[in-house]
């Protein structure tokens, strides 16, 4: 069964913006830390997460460009791209944090391109 849908990828040009939404399925969201992890070719990486108190944390390559955020009445997870590069071409999932508790979507696809 489905427990976590991600929406919004799309392509866009260097510098764009894109914001992806992540819906999600259960009754312990609001006392879970999530995630937003991305798969290039032969890489998976989590690139941004968010406690259930709102503390959130980036890698070095998206700081000041992407803001993860959570709406805990609609279990939606958001992250915010901006400026975007070539380099941050890549599926996009989302997942509990640390662990991750749900079975992996679909993602959604990323393109930074000219």
């Known amino acids: 069964q489905v427990q976590l849908v991600e929406s919004g990828g799309g392509s866009v040009p260097p510098g764009g913006s894109l914001r992806l939404s992540c819906a999600v399925s259960g009754s312990v969201f609001s006392i879970s830390g999530m995630g937003w992890y991305r798969q290039a070719p032969g890489k998976r990486e989590l690139v941004a997460s968010i406690t259930s108190g709102n503390r959130t944390d980036y890698i070095a390559a998206v700081k000041g460009r992407f803001i993860i955020s959570r709406d805990n009445a609609k279990k939606m997870l958001y992250l915010q791209m901006n400026s975007l590069m070539p380099e941050d071409t890549a599926v996009y999932y989302c997942?509990?944090?640390?662990?991750?508790?749900?079975?992996w979507g679909q993602g959604t696809q990323v393109t930074v391109s000219s």
């Open positions: 997942n509990t944090y640390p662990n991750q508790w749900y079975s």
